[in-house]
């Protein structure tokens, strides 16, 4: 949400603040998948959604390559904002620019947004192949 003039909520109060991912959502997530594909007799992926995609010789899987992934890099990106926030922001642009702490945030940042952006992307690509698993006609 981006707080404007219309909005009576912003990022930094405690009103506008929620968390959007927690690890039990990722923990019930998995857990639907999985409850659900046992139902599913037309299924073709494994019930560990092991090997769900291959790239060369790795399988991926599910639980421990994507969701408990998503769940680390979350946290990275919690250390990361640790790091900015010691940031001193009343300093020139120059002096922050050549202060070590906020390159190594900055770079820290940019790595766990990178990561997550692949994780995410793992995820879309296990839920289209689960969606494409559901039978065809489902009464």
């Known amino acids: 949400m981006v707080a404007d003039s219309k909005s009576k909520r912003s ?3 405690k009103e506008g603040y929620t968390k959007v991912i927690r690890e039990k959502d990722l923990e019930f997530l ?3 998948y999985q409850k659900i594909n046992n139902k599913n007799a037309e299924s073709n992926l494994d019930s ?3 090997g769900f995609k291959e790239e060369g010789d790795i399988k991926y899987d599910l639980k421990s390559d994507v969701l408990d992934e998503i769940i680390d890099d979350f946290k990275a990106f919690e250390e990361s904002l640790k790091l900015l926030r010691k940031i001193d922001t009343t300093q020139s642009i120059a002096q ?3 202060d070590e702490n ?4 900055i770079l820290h940042l940019a790595q766990t947004f990178q990561s997550l952006s692949i994780d995410f992307d793992y995820l879309n690509y296990f839920h289209i192949e ?10």
């Open 11 to 13: 990022f930094n109060t």
């Open 30 to 32: 998995y857990d639907f």
């Open 48 to 50: 560990e959604f092991r």
């Open 102 to 105: 906020f390159n190594i945030a």
């Open 96 to 98: 922050t620019e050549s």
């Open 130 to 139: 689960f969606m494409r698993n559901l039978p065809d006609d489902v009464s």
